[in-house]
């Protein structure tokens, strides 16, 4: 078959700070590609609809696979899948990814009979089973694990045997050199480990993957490092070095091949501390930034998210990390109950400290507990609300004012994140940079006014819409225990789940907070 897969278009965040490979899609279709299949790929983050359209009606695919892991982007999938179910009728169209596991009915209602199925979960264990149903039986594919038509729905998602069996598909994408991250430009993505054993209440990475964590060899990494032109290197993994052994492991492979890269990773404070000596190790062998999620200010808000790691911990990390001399950016969550005066100490901790720190708006996403938990009403179902620069939960400031203070404290943020971009230590980088024809974080940094404005964001909320996500299931308190276990897309297997040793278990253990399995 001639299988298209369809990456969707850029989000607020895309066109400022950091535009990604999308590897989850890669990989799975390299696992179309094993099987025999015809496959190519198409990024909207760095093409174009018109890219699209002409795809269709030139190539003919029989089969189009997009990949939904952010609810924003669900609308523009639904618009894009039913015209090309207009111009092709015959061909099957499939929606898979993180957000669309979540959302898996409502959007095959959505797409009026133009979304044949979402398959839910990791895409590499059943594509291949969904494009032989699809080729052959198609009364089999409502046996297909995670598959969910308007007909009926599959078993539990199956998940992928051996992490190590795939390699992404990394040539399939036609426009490598439009990735970056910041000074990273270009950079490829890379993945060291899947899952999360926490499980904090406003994320869903864990209730994805049911409380799983597994590892992929050294030598797999090593292969798929080896394969990798760009100089900078996106880890993916939602908690990077959660076990020294692991770090160590690939760490010192990469020194004995010599491989020379310049590294980006996502960690908690508490892992950092635990486990100074890899991240040592790796800022000789090419780390160059680490993103902290530290959350909220204060401990009531960190109770909130569960992340249980008292403040002063939080900040001995920073202390530490500042001290391997890495840049280090943190992650700050807005609450919308925010006044005029909680945005003010907010500015002022943030200028005080070294960090770059970013600021999102907490916001209930389907497939985490805040998302039954919360009982504030929600004052949007728009879709495209749902990426964590809008507020879709009741402000307690008039909307317009909370917006205008969000954005100041985002541009004090913005000029604070410039003056580290282009500090000294990296002006010659940049100067570099531009010398290659890499201007992605140059028109990044243009782009900030036109993408981060409050009119703008007000507007955005004004705009007509077609979808809406469907409502939260209503629960009491005491129901909320039970339901938070069905939030799980794979299931858990407990401990037998998670490749990590009784010392690590008992670590995660005395720092999360829930009661699930
Ligand atoms: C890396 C990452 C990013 C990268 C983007 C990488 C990219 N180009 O896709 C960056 C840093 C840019 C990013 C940004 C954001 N992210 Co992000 N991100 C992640 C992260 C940590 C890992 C994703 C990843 O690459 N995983 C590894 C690959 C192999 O897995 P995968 O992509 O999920 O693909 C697998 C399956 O989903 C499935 N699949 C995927 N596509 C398809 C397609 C088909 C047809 C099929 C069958 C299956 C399938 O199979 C794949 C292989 O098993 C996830 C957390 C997580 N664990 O998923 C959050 C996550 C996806 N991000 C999230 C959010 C909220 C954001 C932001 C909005 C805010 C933020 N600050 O994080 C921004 C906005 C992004 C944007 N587009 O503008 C949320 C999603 C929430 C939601 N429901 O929409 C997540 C789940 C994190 C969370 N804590 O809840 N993100
Ligand atoms: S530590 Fe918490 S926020 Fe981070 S990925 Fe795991 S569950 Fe999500």
Redesign the pocket.
């Known amino acids: 078959m001639k299988i298209l ?1 369809v990456h969707p278009g ?5 066109n400022v700070f ?8 890669e ?2 279709a390299e696992a179309a590609r094993r099987a025999g299949h015809s496959v190519r790929l198409l990024d909207l ?1 760095v093409e174009s609809h018109a890219d699209y359209h002409r795809m269709i009606a030139e190539w003919h695919p029989d089969f189009i ?8 982007n669900v609308p523009e999938i639904v618009d894009l899948a039913k015209a090309a179910k207009l111009s092709l009728p015959r061909s099957f169209i ?6 669309a ?2 959302t898996a009915n409502a959007i095959v209602e959505h797409g009026e009979g133009a979304i044949d199925c979402v ?1 839910k ?4 264990a ?2 291949v089973k969904l494009l032989e149903a699809v080729a052959g039986d198609r009364g089999a594919i409502t046996k297909v694990p995670g598959a969910v038509t308007s007909d009926g729905e599959g078993p539990r998602p199956a998940f ?1 045997e051996h992490l190590d069996d795939i390699r992404p598909a990394r040539d399939l994408v036609r426009k490598r050199h439009k990735y970056f991250i910041g000074v990273l430009d270009p950079c490829a ?1 890379i ?1 060291f480990s ?1 899952g ?1 054993p926490w499980d904090c209440s406003f ?3 864990w209730t ?1 993957y049911g409380r799983s964590y597994r590892l992929l060899s050294p030598e797999r990494v090593m292969e798929d490092l080896a394969s990798i032109r760009e100089r900078g290197v ?1 880890i ?1 993994d ?1 908690v990077a070095f959660i076990q020294q052994r692991h770090g160590f492991a690939i760490g010192e492979a990469i020194a004995r091949k010599g491989i020379r890269k310049n590294f980006y990773l ?1 960690t908690r404070g508490d892992v950092l501390l635990r486990n100074k000596e890899v991240l040592q190790f790796w800022k000789k062998i090419g780390l160059t930034y680490i993103f902290l999620g530290i959350e909220a200010l204060d401990e009531d808000g960190l109770q909130k998210f569960r992340k249980r790691i008292p403040l002063g911990r939080n900040f001995e990390a920073l202390e530490f990390a500042r001290s391997l001399g890495i840049g280090v950016a943190i ?1 700050i969550i807005a609450d919308p109950d925010w006044d005029e005066d909680r945005f003010r100490v907010v500015r002022e901790w943030c200028m005080n400290v070294p960090e770059v720190v ?1 600021i ?1 708006i907490n916001t209930p ?4 507990e805040t998302w039954i938990t919360e009982q504030r009403r929600l004052q949007t179902r728009d879709y495209r609300l ?3 620069q809008h507020a879709v939960l009741p402000t307690k400031l008039p909307l317009a004012a909370f917006y205008r203070e969000l954005l100041r404290t985002q541009r004090v943020l913005y000029r604070k994140h410039m003056a580290w971009w282009t500090m000294p230590a990296f002006a010659g980088v940049l100067a570099r940079l531009l010398l290659r024809g890499q201007t992605n974080f140059l028109r990044g940094i243009m782009n900030y006014s036109k993408v981060y404005n409050a009119e703008k964001m007000l507007a955005d909320h004004a705009r007509p819409v077609h979808y809406e996500l469907p409502l939260p299931p209503r629960v009491a308190t005491n129901e909320r225990q039970a339901k938070s276990s069905q939030l799980y897309i794979h299931a858990p297997r407990g401990r037998a789940g998670r490749s990590i040793d009784d010392s690590t278990e008992r670590f995660v253990e005395a720092t999360r907070m829930g009661a699930s399995t």
């Open positions: 897969f850029p989000l607020l965040y895309t950091l535009r990604l490979e999308p590897l989850g899609l990989l799975v983050q696979a997009f990949s939904c892991n952010y609810l924003a499939c929606v898979g990814g993180h957000s596991s979540f398959l979960g990791e895409g590499e059943s594509i992928v993505s993945e899947r999360c994320c869903s990475a994805f996106f993916v939602d996502e992650n970013n999102s996403y389907p497939g985490t749902f990426d964590i």
